[in-house]
């Protein structure tokens, strides 16, 4: 077998142990996996980006899905909807109070991985981080990422892909291991 089937394999497996701390947290609360990456993508995203659309391409499932795993959220008094001053007809979602607490809880459902990312070697985890970056950035070249906020997509990003990175934004050089994979600073 292919060194590249192997790692394809690992990966695979490590996905399906994410759906499933997902779904472990889900049914503690009686929510849906995707309504809990929602929950969390509006805690640590901007405002502005927290809308069906924008979370539709993010998740890579239809508004529809979205739509509906919003309104449950919204029910349940753990999501409010800010509506456009402009148009009534769109709005970007907060957290609401009730809605903060509950992702206090629901951060912690990746812990089993992190916990053991933790005992890996430093030079180790660097390693794997820079193969992840780069591959996160060739799947967005070829269309197959929609959404991604990379630092090399990003308009404060120069250098080259291999070695030396540096943001504008900062004015400063970057290590490998201070590249993100979800800025919140990014600009196209």
């Given at each position: 077998m292919k060194i590249e089937a192997k790692i394809l394999n690992g990966l695979e497996r490590i996905s399906e142990v994410l759906k499933s701390l997902l779904w472990e947290k889900a049914k503690v609360?009686?929510?849906?996996?995707?309504?809990?990456?929602?929950?969390?993508?509006?805690?640590?995203?901007?405002?502005?980006?927290?809308?069906?659309?924008?979370?539709?391409?993010?998740?890579?499932?239809?508004?529809?899905?979205?739509?509906?795993?919003?309104?449950?959220?919204?029910?349940?008094?753990?999501?409010?909807?800010?509506?456009?001053?402009?148009?009534?007809?769109?709005?970007?979602?907060?957290?609401s109070v009730k809605g903060k607490e509950l992702v206090k809880d629901l951060v912690s459902y990746a812990f089993p991985i992190e916990n053991e990312l933790s005992t890996l070697k430093e030079q180790d985890l660097a390693m794997f981080f820079d193969v992840i970056t780069k591959l996160i950035y060739q799947l967005n070249q070829k269309g197959i990422i929609q959404v991604q906020r990379i630092c090399y997509n990003c308009r404060f990003y120069s250098g080259d892909k291999n070695a030396k990175h540096y943001c504008t934004l900062l004015d400063q050089r970057l290590q490998t291991s201070e590249v993100r994979i979800d800025c919140h600073e990014f600009e196209a």
């Open positions: 609360h009686g929510i849906s996996p995707i309504q809990i990456q929602i929950l969390l993508f509006v805690e640590h995203h901007k405002t502005e980006i927290c809308n069906v659309s924008y979370l539709a391409k993010e998740f890579n499932v239809t508004k529809a899905t979205i739509s509906d795993a919003v309104r449950v959220l919204v029910r349940k008094d753990l999501l409010d909807k800010d509506f456009s001053p402009r148009d009534n007809r769109r709005y970007n979602l907060l957290l």
